[in-house]
């Protein structure tokens, strides 16, 4: 794992967009292997665009199924993994990461070798070594990660439109050749994403900065005000920034904590360097430098300004 002293100021270059004009395949089947809210939305956006015919949903809880089948988001709910993907042409993991290798395995006796088969894990690195083990689906599986989200969780957060203007990044396997690869383009393009292409351990370090530990200091910090005595009275009076800085803290516990662990190194070198930088806003009030203050401020205000000028403000939304 890299050190604080000799991680570079910039990290990675912006990747760009690789999208390209025009309608995203047609497929018979679509199995979702985990209706919650982007398996849902992916559904309901397949749907809608015509993309698909069919939808064949699992979750381990049958009533997330029925739930999602009540919406019209799926048109059958299957007992298995196994059984979902039966005729699939298109396959889905909306699981958590930490199920990828295990219905990987479970699928990989029926799926047909024809099925474009993709995830949608907050991490990367994880998701690779998953598909390692599984060598007989490396030519059909691509990782991706959608950045769409909400703080609500379950089938009925769901929308259709959850992915319309919103970035996509695949992480290819070396087994994966140019086809398989544009055909998974072809699928987010069709429900209104954006496609970029980066490499596993790239897009681990990247969002270890931008996402997972913006959501380690928001639990961190609600955790901090709730066990204060004052903390209810506190959050009597709270308003805009307050609400800005911790929504992200009413993210899914359970997902977060395997999306934190999973990406545990990069997450820890993060926080390192966020320690470091907070340490010097903390000695400069120690020392009272109302100068030194002001500079760090300058600082973090210049690179917030910079990045809103060249990116807007992207979608209130849980940047997963």
Aim: charged share 20%.
């Amino acid at each position: 794992m890299n050190t604080p002293k000799d991680y570079p100021t910039t990290v990675f270059a912006p990747t760009q967009p690789i999208s390209r004009p025009g309608q995203g395949p047609r497929f018979g089947q679509l199995a979702v292997l985990g209706c919650g809210l982007i398996g849902t939305s992916f559904a309901l956006a397949a749907k809608q665009m015509g993309l698909v015919r069919q939808v064949v949903g699992y979750s381990r809880s049958p009533s997330t199924v029925e739930r999602a089948r009540a919406m019209g988001a799926i048109d059958a709910a299957a007992d298995s993994a196994l059984q979902a993907v039966s005729g699939a042409d298109l396959v889905l993991l909306a699981a958590p990461v930490s199920a990828t290798e295990a219905l990987l395995k479970s699928i990989a006796s029926l799926v047909s070798p024809r099925a474009l088969i993709m995830d949608v894990g907050s991490t990367k690195r994880d998701v690779v070594r998953a598909a390692a083990s599984v060598p007989t689906l490396g030519k059909q599986f691509v990782p991706a990660h959608p950045i769409a989200g909400k703080e609500q969780s379950g089938p009925e957060a769901a929308e259709p439109t959850l992915f319309v203007g919103r970035r996509v990044v695949l992480c290819p396997l070396d087994t994966n050749d140019m086809s398989t690869i544009d055909r998974a383009m072809s699928v987010w393009e069709a429900v209104g994403a954006e496609v970029h292409e980066m490499s596993a351990a790239d897009h681990d370090a990247c969002f270890a900065a931008v996402s997972h530990l913006p959501h380690l200091l928001a639990y961190a910090y609600m955790n901090a005000l709730a066990r204060q005595p004052q903390g209810p009275r506190a959050l009597e009076l709270a308003g805009s920034g307050f609400a800005d800085f911790s929504r992200i803290a009413a993210s899914s516990p359970e997902m977060w904590r395997d999306i934190l662990t999973a990406n545990r190194d990069e997450l820890l070198l993060q926080l390192q360097l966020f320690k470091q930088n907070l340490g010097s806003i903390e000695s400069a009030l120690q020392a009272g430098d109302a100068a030194g203050l002001t500079a760090l401020l300058e600082r973090a205000s210049a690179a917030r300004r910079a990045w809103s000028g060249a990116h807007g403000t992207p979608p209130a939304a849980s940047d997963e």
